[in-house]
């Protein structure tokens, strides 16, 4: 019985390498595909829809590594949402669950901001599902979660005249608090971060101070006067850091960071938001035109049942900046145009005031973001129904059939009239939906 010829020496040994190749291959293949087997050339490129902005890397779904930080995301849309960051990350990958399974690249943004070097990028999410919690990672950074825009109940959280925790120590607190509130969304009503009297600088300080709740919340802003009129900062280091919602152009706006993005609006649970431009040469003029038809559409469909509009200039104050009467004359003829427009949100005066109705609408000063309080009332007026010279923001639940707001006390400054204790409600308000 003959016995099969042993191989040579040689052989055996260049078989024991190409094995050992092989079986090193699979596991850096295992490992570049996250522990699980690679998907198709033709992954998929959203979670639950349509192809999102940004598709699966051909072959695989290797993570694409990098820093990222000031990050922040928006409402776009019903079954949108726009990510925006700092850092050499290139991706948002997202999905149902922490397996993700959908990719959007992150691009340049225009205008690009000029606080830093950056890069700074922008990634548009769409094909999602309405009211709806999804997983993301930027990065390869730790999982996180973001939901669309709500489509029953929900909370949303107001700040303005906000600043940065190294200029204003109480922004962080503040910020802090916000967070601990888990709102579905922050109103941001101008004045963000005071870069044109303290540097580019503030403005990178304060994306970064607001990932307290930037992270877990949509950032819905609008532009106060501290973004634009004066020396050291441009509406350039914000519209390149937002894709507003249902964007709009104003006329008169400035030179840089012209044209678009003035101001905008989204739907949220029931409610109409719109936000409010500047007082640029003919832009509130403008902006009523456009505002008729956008609130005419609202008053006539049954789904909505609140109209609220936002902006940083107040209609009504007794504070350091009195109310404008033009705004105050444009809001009035809306309130008595359309019933359901029940709400207005401004910032710019240093204070917290709350405003009995008039035509209809609340109007609210709440500018609790974090910076300095300014000296004093300048005038009185019978139909303020409460007012603080004090840092606070403002909460909000939002039902069928109600606006539930709280004065939240922030934290403590110099120049307030009243002491409160930080976190406790200082002034509520219940605003009902208007009679069908």
């Keep these: 019985m003959s016995r099969r010829a042993r191989r040579p020496a040689a052989s055996r040994t260049l078989l024991v390498v190409v094995a050992a190749a092989l079986a090193l291959a699979s596991v850096l293949a295992l490992r570049w595909s996250g522990g699980r087997p690679a998907p198709s050339a033709t992954g998929p490129a959203s979670a639950t829809g349509p192809a999102a902005s940004g598709t699966v890397p051909p072959g695989g779904t290797r993570v694409a590594e990098g820093t990222a930080d000031e990050v922040h995301w928006s409402f776009t849309g019903a079954r949108s949402v726009a990510f925006d960051w700092r850092g050499t990350a290139s991706e948002v990958r997202f999905g149902r669950t922490p397996a993700y399974g959908g990719t959007a690249a992150g691009r340049a943004p225009d205008p690009v901001p000029p606080s830093s070097p950056g890069p700074f990028r922008e990634a548009l999410l769409d094909g999602l599902e309405p009211g709806t919690t999804y ?58 971060s005071y870069a044109n009297d303290h540097g580019p600088e503030a403005v990178d300080r304060h994306f970064n101070d607001v990932m307290a709740w930037s992270r877990d919340a949509a950032y819905m802003p609008a532009w106060g006067n501290h973004e634009w009129d004066s020396g050291g900062d441009d509406l350039r280091n914000y519209k390149g850091r937002f894709a507003i919602a249902n964007a709009a152009a104003s006329p008169g706006a400035p030179g840089l960071g012209c044209c678009g993005e003035d101001w905008g609006w989204f739907d949220a649970g029931g409610v109409r938001f719109l936000s409010y431009p500047e007082p640029y040469r003919g832009a509130w003029k403008a902006w009523e035109v456009q505002a008729r038809r956008v609130m005419a559409a609202a008053q006539a469909d049954p789904a909505v049942r609140f109209i609220v509009t936002y902006g940083h200039r107040p209609a009504y104050s007794t504070g350091h900046h009195p109310g404008d009467e033009d705004l105050a004359a444009i809001l009035d003829r809306l309130g008595d145009a359309y019933p359901k427009y029940k709400l207005n949100l401004n910032g710019h005066s240093h204070d917290y005031e709350r405003f009995s ?75 009902g939906a208007p009679r069908a």
């Design 135 to 192: 997983h993301y990672s930027i990065g390869g950074q730790p999982d996180r979660t973001f939901t669309t825009a709500p489509t029953g109940p929900f909370r949303f959280d107001v700040e303005a005249d906000i600043g940065d925790s190294a200029t204003y120590p109480a922004v962080a607190e503040v910020q802090r608090m916000i967070a601990a509130d888990r709102p579905a969304f922050v109103i941001a009503s101008g004045d963000l």
């Design 357 to 431: 109705p008039i035509h209809g609408v609340t109007h609210l000063t709440v500018t609790g973001g974090g910076a300095s309080l300014e000296n004093g009332w300048t005038a009185n007026d019978p139909r303020t129904a409460f007012r603080a010279m004090h840092l606070v923001y403002g909460r909000f639940e939002v039902g069928r059939d109600a606006l539930r707001f709280e004065a939240v006390c922030g934290p403590p400054l110099p120049a307030q009239d009243r002491d409160c204790r930080p976190g406790s409600v200082l002034d509520s308000a219940v605003i």
